[in-house]
């Protein structure tokens, strides 16, 4: 009885929810508790990490190791996010600066900025299965369509968003490099498909993207510097960072207008909503912490401290 009921406990702490946060100065990962914004755990990961992404059953996560300014990183550091380890590090296979991930299924999609390029890693096989060029300059951040129909990806320095087609994979990938405003960065796919959000550094707007014909539909404006980006589950809102002016702002995704405006004490970064979308966690680069915001009340409820720089941020669910 005692070891089914360790067993039940154990199991229990597997599968619970996991909030997951790169951090530069320390090259590491951070494990921290949604619920109680408690730091759980922490694992060394590669050379100046600057992303996150966890598979959608919440079992593994991959970081991109960026590298530093005069060395280029090339790795992946594979992450078993129950047992806070990394699993292995994986070279990739001449591309360098990887950056950008997006989860889909047990499919990672990465950037590498150093090769104008795209790459997918899958968890099941634990290899880089394609690599597909953009061409593009700072090929920064991804997002996958559903079904995998589609990838885009923001190319600051050329300022496009580029699409690649999978529907023809793995024989050819069309590609098309869309105009946008000046110096995009974060980009959103909404839960349908249908948009693709890019915020534009440069200019402080929003590039909406129709996906049925690959054109800006709208520009929207988004304050003083937008950074970060996702559309929640219902896919009613989006939820916008901006560094700059020190707060959230929330989109409606029909509308487009600005419904509020989320005041913060810090430097708001990264983001990344929970699975039901009930909260934001946000990622303060410049404070060393993340905050939790409740969507319902527009209000934080608290925040967990972590070393310098932290940036990118990941949701590994339990199942």
């Known amino acids: 009885m005692k070891k089914l009921l360790l067993a039940l406990l154990l199991d229990a702490a597997v599968r619970a929810d996991v909030l997951l946060v790169v951090t530069k100065v320390d090259n590491s990962l951070t494990f921290i508790d949604p619920v109680t914004m408690k730091v759980t755990g922490k694992v060394p990961v590669g050379e100046g990490p600057h992303e996150v992404a966890a598979s959608t059953d919440g079992r593994i996560a991959v970081v991109s190791n960026y590298g530093t300014g005069p060395k ?3 790795s992946l550091s594979i992450i078993d996010v129950a047992a806070k380890k990394e699993k292995r590090r994986l070279q990739l296979p001449g591309l360098l600066r990887p ?3 997006f989860a889909i299924g047990s499919k990672i999609y990465l950037t590498c900025e150093g090769s104008r390029a795209v790459a997918r890693y899958d968890v099941a096989s634990d290899s880089v299965d394609w690599i597909a060029g953009i061409g593009q300059e700072t ?3 991804v997002v996958v369509q559903t079904g995998e129909k589609k990838i885009y990806t923001t190319d600051i320095s050329s300022d496009t ?3 690649v087609d999978l529907s023809s994979a793995p024989v050819k990938f069309p590609l098309k490099h869309i105009p946008v405003g000046k110096g995009p960065e974060g980009i959103a796919i909404s839960p349908d ?3 693709v959000w890019a915020a534009q550094r440069g200019d402080g707007n929003i590039a909406v993207i129709d996906t049925a014909t690959d054109k800006v539909a709208r520009t929207i404006p988004a304050g003083k510097l937008p950074f970060r980006l996702q559309f929640t589950p219902d ?3 989006v939820i916008v960072t901006d560094a700059v002016a020190r707060e959230l702002l929330v989109y409606d995704a029909a509308t487009k207008e600005i419904v509020a405006h989320i005041p913060m004490e810090e430097d708001p970064v990264g983001l990344v909503l929970s699975a039901d979308g009930k909260k934001v966690f946000i990622s303060h680069t410049g404070a060393a912490k993340v905050a939790a915001v409740d969507l ?6 608290g925040a967990a401290t972590t070393a310098e720089q932290p940036d990118g941020l990941a949701y590994a669910v339990g199942r």
């Open 193 to 195: 498909g249908k948009e």
């Open 161 to 163: 968003v580029s699409s």
């Open 235 to 237: 896919n009613k809102r």
């Open 139 to 141: 090929t920064h951040m």
């Open 99 to 101: 950056h950008g991930l």
């Open 72 to 74: 280029p990183g090339s």
């Open 296 to 301: 319902e009340t527009m209000k934080v409820l």
